[in-house]
């Protein structure tokens, strides 16, 4: 649709100059005002001419009334004047003539702005778990936003680095091993995995919390112990050292399985510890630009001018602190992957946090700051509850996603006992549920899971869209392979607003892109889902008696699935030609 709006703009332009050749316009405004209309009946494309009024010296209603008199084309059917606006009817031969035979040329590459990634490289901070706590479904967000980002960007024709900033460093670890020393099972553990290194980490902070209703004390000599556990760590204690590096392994291998069910696949597992020995050298620039200040024994930069609390890099004891490794890091991955934007999705609580080394960032002289990009996201909650590690209140992704394959697999039971590969296909179709089920949320809002709604085989969910991928391969599968008819010819208006709806498709992934926001692809995921089923229930497609036709729909039904798959891939959702 981009290239036939780019058509109509430069048409529109030529009739605005014809009614005032000073009028202050390019082609580019014309093309930014052009609106997709909320009814279809409107037409295809509106123009409000209100903003050209002053310009131009003329009523709106004058202005619409004017262009629609003089606008025509093959490419458009109508043009009509509404109280302002220009509602054009794009052709529907036109548009089959020249959108379809592209996507059934570029498949899967269909849509794709490779232009505009071109020569750049992006790096992608995302999931990033803490080790030795288990992915819940707090984790989703970040993993499958973060992913997202990463496959968008990639198909804009981006280099991109996918790290996964593991969380390996910081007192938690203190707590951990005064934990294991205590209570802790070398082969429980190597048996039982993260779940064992989690009742540690939960004992630990409730010993140490204490419940004064039931008479327990509180420890804090065990949170001393931890804090001095971790500084041993840091000043390479051989014993603590081994088990922190055991605790990583075993953490990592139980994160591998939940990444193998996503698709997902990092660059990089670099975690906070890799830039230990970096962080000095940042440290002392901080203090040769003469921004580092000492409070109450604690090293900040003041951002107070910039609407913002101090930003903490070293601790009373010296200690660094989140700030202080993100920068390190930041400046690393300049050096070493010379990125042309640097991208880290978490959650909206910590907006601050990279408002303030960003800032930092920039006050250190570094021109590459604004090359920063924090894509916050809002918290997820179980009908309602919150999750926290530490007190042990959390819901396990691989529990979730358990109990959605298992209850794939209970549908799928009744509407299709003989399928083959069931198991494979309950996963996928499971799996893609929860993420498709998040992802069709606009990222900053906060969400309450529903898994029952999440699975539903009717309406926006994941289940929906794969179920109507399979229909497509289905049709596909029977009829076998066909040529192109020498001349497309849509006869029904479901046709036309199946390719309607796909050829919005780089755009689409071009509003994503802008926004950080892969909802953008999910909503249209729907829109062309939607579409296809109408068309599947309102056209006969294999038995259509005129052969044109028949070919035609045919076609049209390969290029559904090529866009659908294109898209599936965009946002974590396996394809299924089957369900």
């Known amino acids: 649709m981009i290239k036939i709006k780019s058509l109509i703009s430069e048409k529109i332009y030529g009739l605005v ?43 709106p209603v004058q202005i619409a009334a004017t262009i629609a008199e003089s606008l025509g084309g093959e490419e458009i059917e ?20 020249n959108i379809l035979p592209e996507i059934l040329d570029k498949k899967e590459n269909y849509g794709a702005p490779t232009y505009l990634g071109e020569g750049k490289t992006v790096v992608l901070d995302y999931s990033s778990p803490n080790v030795a706590k288990p992915f819940h479904i707090g984790h989703l967000g970040t993993t499958v936003i973060g992913h997202a980002l990463k496959k968008l960007h990639e198909f804009a024709g981006y280099k991109c680095v996918g790290i996964n900033y593991l969380g390996d460093w910081g007192t938690q670890f203190g707590k951990l091993i005064v934990a294991y020393k205590l209570w802790g099972d070398k082969a429980q553990i190597e048996e039982g995995g993260i779940d064992k290194l989690v009742e540690l980490y939960v004992r630990i902070n409730n010993t140490i919390k204490g419940d004064e209703e039931n008479g327990i004390p509180a420890r804090e000599d065990l949170a001393d112990n931890a804090r001095a556990e971790f500084r041993k760590m840091e000043d390479g204690d051989e014993e603590n050292i081994a088990l922190w590096k055991w605790f990583v392994e075993i953490s990592l291998k ?26 000095p050298a940042q440290v002392e620039k901080i203090r040769e630009c003469g921004l580092m200040k000492i409070d109450d024994g604690a090293s900040i930069v003041e951002l107070e001018e910039y609407g913002m609390p101090p930003c ?13 490794r993100d920068i390190a890091a930041a400046v690393y ?11 880290y999705v978490t959650s909206t609580q910590q907006i601050l946090h990279f408002k303030q080394w960003f800032k930092v960032v920039e006050l250190m002289g570094y021109d590459w700051h604004d090359q920063l990009v924090h894509v916050p996201y809002g918290t997820v909650s179980l009908n309602g509850a919150k999750l926290a590690t530490r007190t042990g209140n959390v819901v396990l992704l691989k529990d979730l996603f358990a109990q959605a394959i298992e209850k794939v697999k209970i549908i799928m039971e009744e509407k299709n006992p003989d399928l083959k590969g069931r198991d494979d296909i309950a996963e996928a179709v499971g ?14 809002k906060d969400i309450n899971f529903n898994l029952e709604d999440a699975l539903s085989f009717d309406g926006n969910t994941g289940p929906y869209v794969q179920y109507t991928y399979a229909r497509a391969c289905s049709v596909l599968e029977k009829v076998g392979e066909i040529e192109s008819p020498a001349e497309f010819v849509i006869t029904a208006r479901e046709e036309a607003a199946l390719v ?18 892969p909802s953008v692809i999910t909503r249209f995921i729907l829109d062309v889902a939607v579409a296809f089923n109408k068309f599947y229930h309102e056209c006969k497609i294999a038995t259509a008696e005129d052969e044109t036709v028949r070919a035609t729909r045919i076609k049209l039904t390969e290029a559904a699935k090529y866009v659908l798959g294109s898209a599936f891939s965009l946002i974590c959702l396996k394809k299924t030609e089957r369900i």
């Open 17 to 59: 100059k014809s009614i005032n050749a000073e009028a202050d316009i390019s082609v580019q405004d014309i093309a930014s005002m052009l609106e997709y209309p909320p009814d279809s009946n409107m037409g295809d494309l509106a123009f409000p001419c209100f903003k050209l009024s002053k310009a131009l010296r003329r009523s």
């Open 431 to 444: 799996v893609g549920a929860v993420v498709f089920y998040y992802l069709t949320n606009n990222r900053i």
């Open 78 to 97: 109508s043009a009509e004047a509404v109280n302002g606006y220009l509602n054009i009817k794009i052709s529907d031969k036109y548009l089959c003539e």
């Open 333 to 343: 991955r300049k050096e070493h992957y010379n990125f042309d934007k640097a991208i």
């Open 254 to 279: 139980e994160y591998e399985k939940t990444y193998k069910q996503l698709g997902i696949e990092f660059d990089s597992y670099k975690g906070e510890s890799f830039y230990t020995d970096k962080m």
């Open 312 to 324: 903490l890099i070293l601790k009373r004891d010296g200690s660094t602190l989140y700030p202080t």
């Open 500 to 517: 309607k709806a796909m050829a919005q498709y780089e755009e689409k992934v071009l509003t994503a892109i802008r926004d950080y926001e």
